[in-house]
């Protein structure tokens, strides 16, 4: 047989090696960005069109390229950066494959000018699709300019396969933030279609995170700070109760590299525990800075994942640090149980006449005396079944339609045939046939005709909630009310924009808003279910999730926003509800398209009919 292997051609070969590396914009915005940084340069500039899918050019004031070094530098495995392979375990660059200019002049059509500060000239050379267009001289600035056209021009597939212009636009700002965070003493200039997004002078870490995520994050930032044999930590966690319920701002430099480390964060989630509610993520900026002999950044092509040599140290040096910086800018409330409370006078008190104590008694309590209709005594246990947590039952208000036709048409229910409005939340509990019952402050157990259903309480109202939402959306007819003092809001920049992109929906469900100034946003109006001290949490937490699901179409915006809303606003396991609560959330669930599941898919209740039970008994 005759022989049929054959090598590759460069460009096919390179056009291989670029899906390895570039995945999207975002990837050749990072790969730029880092040679740049590699280069030197103490200025970037980072210019974007169309989401990065029409143009991206970075243009630096580093030590630029020969005339050879420019041709050079799209071959495939053509690096500067090292010349063995032992060069390999002591890495102070961020490049080293020689991979990036090659593969993106594989599936683009590319631009670079360059010039070294020794040259009076500079090159200038055009490549499409790894083929070389032009080459010659040319008067340019020192530095360099990458100039990216039209990427996947020719991988049709690849080029469908990209999200839309807003969706790509953000990916490449989470890059660039995690390539500016890395380098807070290079200047950044980002501009996205003719626009300045970031304008970002060399400074300290500090002023770079508060520059990039808005002045509101200064009073947040906690130093840590730590000198080991093993490695220097360095850097800012956000105080706990700025924890978020999806993850924020996480992140870790290692040896000014971003990285990814799930390890590492478990570490700071350890050190945080007990001082953050449960299903909250604590936001931290944290750099490590190690020996480069005892890191291997060469795992993965795209260079996020890193192995250490001794995980196990630094992940205890890390937990015991933030936990220093914690306790030492007193985020932990300090008990002291050494301390004898006695001492504890005021020196304001110093001097006065005391006063003789007086105490207050309810003469008409009587633990014994029963009430009639409801057996329950009268005095402390009456106040905690009467509480509801929220007056969640309010978040109704406003929010029925014309033509509800409620019918609980999947379930009847035992008590249908005596009184088919029993279940209107407004009619006297007293009449109710139909007992409900709080199981464990997670779960509603009431009876049907066939045995009993149990209900998960927040399962069953975000399911209420969404179905209410979804509908004001669809039909543009919510209900809002007017803040008496519209709040104003600060957000971070890449926050902003996504909140204009989403704002239509957010005022289709009530939200109202005033002027955007800078920074600010003004709320003059919000929906019925949301309380004015709520409204920061839920526009966060809209955010963080639009930001985390990035969805690309009007109908996924309004399903995510409805969703979205529904689990923040929704009664937790946990929340007390009083009976008119608990028959309230029963008759509604009930009176949704789907009751058996909840927005996110999980059951609502689940039904135990009379036959179980008598079948237990045998
Ligand atoms: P790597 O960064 O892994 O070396 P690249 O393909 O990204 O590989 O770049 C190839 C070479 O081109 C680099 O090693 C460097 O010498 C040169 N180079 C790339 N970008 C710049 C720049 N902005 N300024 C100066 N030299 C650059
Ligand atoms: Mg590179």
Known sequence: M?????????????????????????????????????AKATEIKLIVKGGGKTLIQVVDNGIGMSVTDARLSFERHATSKITKAEDLFNLSTKGFRGEALASIAAIAHVELKSRTTDQE?????????S???DQDVAVVPKGTSLLVKNLFFNIPARRNFLKSDQV?????????HRVALAHPQIGFQFYNNGGEVFNLPANDLRKRIVHIFGRKTNEKLVPVQEDTQVVKISGFILKPEFAKKSRGEQFFFANNRFIKSPYLHHAVLGAFEGLIKPGTHPGYFLCLEVDPGTIDINIHPTKTEVKFDDEHTLYAYLK???????GQFNVIPALDFEQDPNLDTPYAYKGKAANTPHVTVNSNFNPFREVASTGKSVGA????????????????????????????????????????TIFDANKDLKDAVTPTFQLRKKYIVTTIKSGMVVINQSRAHQRVLYEKFLRNITIKEAVSQQLLFPLSLSFSKAELTILKE?????????????????EAVEVKGVPVQVAESEVQMVMEQLISDFQMEISDNSFSQSDMLAKTLSKTLSVKTGEQLDEASQLALVNDLFACKETTLSPFNKRTYVTISENDIERKFI
């Open 168 to 176: 790509e636009f953000r990916h490449i700002t989470d890059e660039f």
């Open 502 to 518: 989403i704002k239509e929906s957010l005022c289709a469900v009530g939200f109202v808003f005033g002027a955007i100034v800078e």
């Open 320 to 326: 015991s640090t933030i936990k220093h910086s914690l």
């Open 121 to 129: 000239v500079g090159t200038h050379i055009k490549i499409e699709g």
């Open 131 to 133: 083929t070389i267009i």
């Open 2 to 38: 005759a022989d049929i292997i054959r090598l590759l051609p460069d460009h096919v070969a390179n056009q291989i090696a670029a899906g390895e590396v570039v995945q999207r914009p975002a990837s050749v915005v990072k790969e730029l960005l880092e040679n740049a940084i590699d």
């Open 381 to 420: 246990a009456s106040t905690y079944t009467k509480k509801s947590s929220k007056g969640w039952e309010n978040l109704y208000e406003g929010l029925e339609i014309a033509t509800p036709n409620h019918k609980p048409s999947t379930i009847s229910f035992e008590s249908e045939h005596i009184n088919n």
